[in-house]
């Protein structure tokens, strides 16, 4: 279970993001930038990469860290919000199943693979 | 600007705060035990051979070092037989008698004299004669002299039959054993003496001659760089004369004419002690004209 205490702190020279790991959904990549997905709807940039991000996850959430998943090279999700995959369909949703449904991209290996790992959690 | 961590769109991956740790992988861990391995097999040899080398060097002599002084064996002591008189004393002839393997041996050592030839008749009451006998042999044909003979710088005769040799020049006296000795040319130019003999001694060993028969033997001697004379009180071959001397220790010694050939030595008491035969010196038969003698004068 997530530990609610910690946070993930975004921060750049003008500004700061402080925001629970349970709150976000996912953040894909936009060049340079990278789009984090918030559990409110709310859609927010920031002005690091994808790869930024994530080793702040891992720096800052620590063993928290591993309830986000990487997914290729333009995705980072929420594991707890995994909803839906078909990877015939090449399709990934991500919900909680009352208030937000969010469809992301990825490739087939990578939801084959994302599908394997779910389903050994399950073992 | 490079991924943080690459990956593929074909690859997801668990973000995981252990990767921070970044443990060693497997293949890592093979390399860091084999040179660990490897570090330890190289101690191990390093220690077997040092201690190899330590019990060679045990067992080996330490070599010398470079600046180590080099102990040279200590100079046998020079062992005269003759006394050692005050230089100034009146030149004498020591006179020794001793036996050597049964042969009764007498030795003549002159001080503060010095050599010199002489051909012809000798005067017995020359006051300064401490010593004479005769050197060269004399050939029964013609009267001539045997082998080499320089005479106060001028040369006598040249024949090479005997190889044996006693120098005289600027007082410094030799004795040897060679064919051809630049001893004779150098007495030659510096007013020296020089005449030939049979060797019997040639540096510590003896010279066999093919000379037969016994008789009464005299030589003249180096030993140890004393020059001396030496007279058998019996009849004896040159072999077993000549090994007397190498066992006297003689290191050159040659033939002196022996038998009956007359001579003398005066002693430190001024008494002469004369040998041969002096009816030889006066009696009916002819003295050769060429006849030499050695001759050693009081300084």
Same mark, same amino acid.
């Given at each position: 279970?997530?530990?609610?205490?910690?946070?993930?702190?975004?921060?750049?020279?003008?500004?700061?993001?402080? &925001?629970?790991?349970?709150? +976000?959904? =996912? #953040?894909?990549?936009?060049?340079?930038?990278?789009? /984090?997905?918030?559990?409110?709807?709310?859609?927010?940039?920031?002005?690091?990469?994808?790869?930024?991000?994530?080793?702040?996850?891992?720096?800052?959430?620590?063993?928290?860290?591993?309830?986000?998943?990487?997914?290729?090279?333009?995705?980072? &999700?929420?594991?707890?919000? +995994?909803? =839906? #995959?078909?990877?015939?369909?090449?399709?990934?949703? /991500?919900?909680?199943?009352?208030?937000?449904?969010?469809?992301?991209?990825?490739?087939?290996?990578?939801?084959?693979?994302?599908?394997?790992?779910?389903?050994?959690?399950?073992? | 600007?490079?991924?943080?961590?690459?990956?593929?769109?074909?690859?997801?991956?668990?973000?995981?705060?252990?990767?921070?740790?970044?443990?060693?992988?497997?293949?890592?861990?093979?390399?860091?035990?084999?040179?660990?391995?490897?570090?330890?097999?190289?101690?191990?040899?390093?220690?077997?051979?040092?201690?190899?080398?330590?019990?060679?060097?045990?067992?080996?002599?330490?070599?010398?070092?470079?600046?180590?002084?080099?102990?040279?064996?200590?100079?046998?002591?020079?062992?005269?037989?003759?006394?050692?008189?005050?230089?100034?004393?009146?030149?004498?002839?020591?006179?020794?008698?001793?036996?050597?393997?049964?042969?009764?041996?007498?030795?003549?050592?002159?001080?503060?004299?010095?050599?010199?030839?002489?051909?012809?008749?000798?005067?017995?009451?020359?006051?300064?004669?401490?010593?004479?006998?005769?050197?060269?042999?004399?050939?029964?044909?013609?009267?001539?002299?045997?082998?080499?003979?320089?005479?106060?710088?001028?040369?006598?005769?040249?024949?090479?039959?005997?190889?044996?040799?006693?120098?005289?020049?600027?007082?410094?006296?030799?004795?040897?054993?060679?064919?051809?000795?630049?001893?004779?040319?150098?007495?030659?130019?510096?007013?020296?003496?020089?005449?030939?003999?049979?060797?019997?001694?040639?540096?510590?060993?003896?010279?066999?001659?093919?000379?037969?028969?016994?008789?009464?033997?005299?030589?003249?001697?180096?030993?140890?760089?004393?020059?001396?004379?030496?007279?058998?009180?019996?009849?004896?071959?040159?072999?077993?004369?000549?090994?007397?001397?190498?066992?006297?220790?003689?290191?050159?010694?040659?033939?002196?004419?022996?038998?009956?050939?007359?001579?003398?030595?005066?002693?430190?008491?001024?008494?002469?002690?004369?040998?041969?035969?002096?009816?030889?010196?006066?009696?009916?038969?002819?003295?050769?004209?060429?006849?030499?003698?050695?001759?050693?004068?009081?300084?």
């Amino acid at each position: 279970m997530m530990n609610m205490q910690s946070k993930l702190i975004i921060s750049t020279t003008t500004e700061l993001v402080r &925001i629970s790991p349970t709150k +976000i959904v =996912y #953040i894909s990549s936009d060049g340079n930038y990278s789009t /984090l997905m918030q559990v409110d709807g709310e859609l927010r940039i920031l002005s690091h990469q994808l790869g930024q991000i994530e080793k702040m996850i891992e720096t800052q959430l620590r063993n928290d860290s591993n309830n986000f998943i990487r997914i290729g090279k333009s995705l980072i &999700i929420n594991r707890a919000y +995994i909803y =839906y #995959i078909n990877v015939a369909k090449q399709k990934l949703i /991500l919900s909680d199943a009352a208030t937000f449904n969010y469809s992301v991209p990825a490739s087939r290996e990578a939801l084959k693979q994302l599908k394997d790992l779910v389903e050994k959690e399950m073992k | 600007m490079s991924e943080y961590k690459e990956i593929r769109d074909d690859q997801i991956r668990v973000i995981n705060s252990e990767n921070l740790k970044k443990k060693p992988s497997r293949t890592q861990w093979i390399i860091i035990i084999s040179v660990l391995t490897l570090l330890f097999v190289g101690i191990i040899i390093g220690a077997v051979s040092h201690y190899k080398k330590n019990k060679i060097q045990q067992l080996q002599e330490p070599e010398p070092a470079l600046f180590e002084p080099i102990e040279e064996p200590e100079p046998v002591p020079i062992q005269w037989l003759g006394n050692t008189p005050d230089s100034t004393a009146l030149g004498y002839t020591e006179i020794q008698d001793t036996l050597i393997n049964d042969i009764p041996i007498r030795i003549y050592i002159p001080h503060n004299a010095d050599l010199s030839l002489h051909i012809g008749r000798m005067n017995r009451k020359d006051t300064t004669v401490i010593f004479a006998a005769q050197a060269a042999d004399v050939r029964a044909d013609n009267g001539g002299i045997v082998g080499a003979f320089v005479l106060k710088g001028e040369p006598k005769a040249w024949g090479l039959s005997k190889k044996g040799y006693c120098a005289s020049i600027n007082g410094q006296t030799t004795i040897g054993v060679a064919d051809n000795s630049p001893l004779f040319e150098q007495a030659t130019e510096e007013g020296g003496y020089f005449f030939r003999q049979y060797p019997l001694v040639s540096n510590g060993e003896i010279v066999e001659n093919e000379l037969k028969g016994k008789s009464i033997r005299r030589g003249i001697c180096e030993r140890q760089g004393e020059i001396f004379m030496v007279e058998t009180g019996t009849p004896e071959s040159f072999h077993d004369f000549s090994q007397a001397l190498v066992d006297l220790k003689v290191n050159q010694a040659i033939y002196l004419v022996g038998s009956s050939a007359y001579g003398w030595a005066v002693d430190q008491a001024g008494i002469t002690h004369e040998f041969g035969d002096d009816n030889y010196y006066t009696g009916r038969r002819k003295m050769p004209k060429n006849t030499s003698y050695i001759v050693w004068r009081r300084k």
